[in-house]
């Protein structure tokens, strides 16, 4: 069972703090690894996509990668209320397929 | 422009109707997707279609038939459905199948199952 784990949460931040989401995988040749946001009611949206070890960072959003430790995170800088969503790390291990955490709900509180 | 398009937005209907939901998307990609999320849950995977062409059916019920009339277009058929069939279905599309292709999805459409 090709597996991605993540924390329910929910996780708690003040505004302006760093807020870290943790993701792990169990399936060691999956290449791409993304996170998307999801508000209550909505669809997912991409906010990050990486393939490589180490951080690609994209405004307040950094991806990190390590795949010998089979890790992915994101961190939010100066976490805002908007960014209050449920953040689903995903991974794809091939074939077409995604397979989904059950995501992380963040609450940033003003 | 990443836009994929669903209608209906919304869709109640009986065990005995047949009902379709469309899916659109005008940015040339050649893999499209259904999804299924029920709440407080990921999405799961149903159906792919690669250069419209089947290529994962994720062993789901036949009462869903999914058809790709075009590179641009994804039904997917509704019949016969049973009240835990109420999920949000989402549509998403990538530029081909390969695995670091990403995943753009609609909007989708919450259905209810009476």
């Known amino acids: 069972q090709k597996e991605v784990e993540q924390n329910s949460g929910p996780l708690s931040v003040p505004e302006g703090a760093i807020a870290s989401l943790n993701c792990t995988y169990s399936d060691r040749v999956s290449q791409s690894f993304f996170w998307y946001r999801q508000y209550s009611g909505k669809s997912p949206e991409l906010i990050m996509s990486?393939?490589?070890?180490g951080d690609k960072e994209d405004g307040r959003f950094t991806a990190q990668l390590n795949k010998a430790s089979q890790y992915v995170s994101l961190l939010i800088r100066d976490s805002q209320p908007s960014d209050s969503a449920t953040y689903l790390c995903a991974v794809n291990p091939g074939f077409q397929k995604l397979v989904f955490g059950t995501g992380t709900r963040l609450l940033v509180s003003p | 422009d990443t836009e994929v398009t669903q209608t209906p937005k919304h869709l109640v209907m009986g065990m005995t109707n047949k009902k379709s939901l469309k899916c659109e998307q005008h940015?040339?990609?050649?893999?499209m997707y259904w999804y299924k999320q029920k709440a407080k849950k990921p999405p799961e995977l149903m159906f792919v279609y690669s250069y419209e062409k089947l290529s994962i059916n994720e062993s789901v019920p036949s009462r869903f038939s999914p058809e790709c009339p075009n590179s641009s277009l994804l039904n997917l058929h509704l019949h016969a459905l049973q009240p835990e069939d109420s999920a949000l279905y989402l549509c998403a599309s990538s530029q081909g199948g390969d695995a670091s292709a990403t995943q753009y999805f609609g909007p989708g459409t919450r259905l209810l199952v009476l």
């Open positions: 940015m040339g990609h050649r893999a």
């Open positions: 990486i393939y490589s070890n």
